[in-house]
């Protein structure tokens, strides 16, 4: 069988050999004619559905051949049967959340912490759900008749905390559970292996793995992702054909530059642990740590750490490392999560979560080890 790191490389491409191309062409029309007006009809009964019918593409909100490539690949590198995607990790997750309201099954189980703006489209029922938030070891007890979804972010953002996917999908069967695997990527987990039912990502970090392609996606069951197919229909949530150029681009080296970041992160994260300006440093596995079993083969590329000075000084001092929100580009990246990625929640749900107002995140990239943490050690010491 191929293995993973060849199927990065051709997902999405196989058919370019018999096209006489080498790099996968970029579409960019909006609409698609046609002559036969009356099969059009008929297509449109099926295509707004969210099925697919395997002929030419029609108009630009059902689908573009660009971004199918790119949802081909994502959903085998996954080991999903399919993918949707759309225009941002946040457009994503509403349409999740809008198919499970349409299907009966309004109520979800969170797991926190989730990225901030997840919490708050959760708990503000925006779109017609509602939510219990508990801990793991509750979650099961708190699923009830109209229980569509069980959500969960492992590494968590930004604690890093993790949750046992296997574990936690046996204790809700037969409700699904969608796992946000942006942090981890499919390189170091694939959660449908291990009994989740959804996987989302916000592509716009490691999938794009460049800063400059905004894009989310969702992997799942046939059946599950032609009703997101039919949300994006409806709602006009679309991938832009640029960007789905990008992600698919960026899969291709996607594992190359993940494991170099997470060998990188590891290494700051073991010296920021021994830094006397660090209180507690946040990174899957450090010091022995329990980790589930066959989960993530690493630790990952992101570090988040509590210091004893204050954050804002720190980020302000830093010179190599991009002061910036988001993460998964090739260059470093810190933040505040306080003022930041998880600003938009309550104080209370946010301190509950573990959010700590000297909590810094950081995402590391390609540059090298000792430049990081020379760049690192001296914002501590300014701040200090």
């Known amino acids: 069988m191929t293995s993973w790191t060849t199927r990065a490389l051709h997902a999405g491409r196989d058919d370019l050999v018999g096209l006489g191309l080498h790099v996968p062409p970029l579409d960019l029309s909006t609409t698609y004619p046609s002559r036969d007006s009356a ?30 490539r790119f949802e081909t690949a994502l959903a085998e590198l996954e080991g999903a049967q399919a993918a949707a995607a759309f225009a941002s990790g946040m457009a994503a997750l509403s349409a999740v959340l809008i198919a499970q309201v349409a299907s009966g099954r ?11 703006t997840s919490d708050v489209l959760l708990t503000s029922g925006l779109l017609g759900t509602s939510v219990t938030w508990a801990p793991v070891e509750k979650v099961a007890a708190a699923v009830r008749p109209e229980t569509g979804l ?35 990527t499919p390189v170091l987990q694939r959660p449908l292996a291990l009994g989740a039912a959804i996987v989302l990502h916000s592509a716009t970090k490691y999938l794009g793995g460049h800063g400059d392609a905004m894009g989310g996606i969702v992997a799942g ?36 530059r993940v494991r170099a970041a997470s060998a990188n992160a590891a290494e700051l994260a073991g010296r920021l642990a021994d830094h006397p300006a660090v209180s507690r440093v946040h ?8 980790r589930p079993r066959g989960q993530m083969s690493s630790g990952g590329a992101m570090v988040s750490f509590e210091t004893h000075a204050d954050p804002h000084t720190v980020i ?3 010179r190599l490392f991009t002061p910036a929100v988001s993460l998964g580009s090739v260059d470093s990246l810190i933040q505040h999560p306080v003022s ?45």
């Open 283 to 290: 990174y899957p596995g450090l010091e022995g740590a329990a």
């Open 340 to 384: 930041l990625s998880h600003h938009v929640m309550d104080p209370g749900s946010r301190d509950g979560a573990g959010v700590s107002p000297r909590l810094l995140r950081v995402s590391v990239g390609l540059e090298d080890v000792d430049d990081l943490w020379s760049d690192l050690d001296q914002a501590l010491r300014a701040g200090d």
């Open 39 to 68: 099969g059009e009809a008929d297509r449109l009964d099926i295509l707004g559905t969210g099925a697919t019918d395997g002929g030419l593409p029609v108009y630009g909100r059902l689908g573009n051949p660009t971004v199918a």
């Open 106 to 116: 309004p109520h979800v189980v969170g797991v926190r912490p989730l990225y901030g």
């Open 316 to 318: 302000g001092a830093v």
């Open 221 to 256: 069951e046939d059946t599950f992702v032609e009703a997101l197919r039919r949300v994006r229909f409806m709602t006009g949530g679309v991938l832009h054909p640029v960007a789905g150029y990008q992600l698919l681009r960026g899969l291709s080296t996607l594992e190359v």
């Open 150 to 184: 069980v959500m969960v972010e492992t590494p968590a953002n930004p604690t890093l905390c993790e949750v046992d996917i296997r574990a936690l999908a046996d204790s809700v069967a037969p409700v699904p559970l969608l796992v946000d695997n942006t942090f981890a």
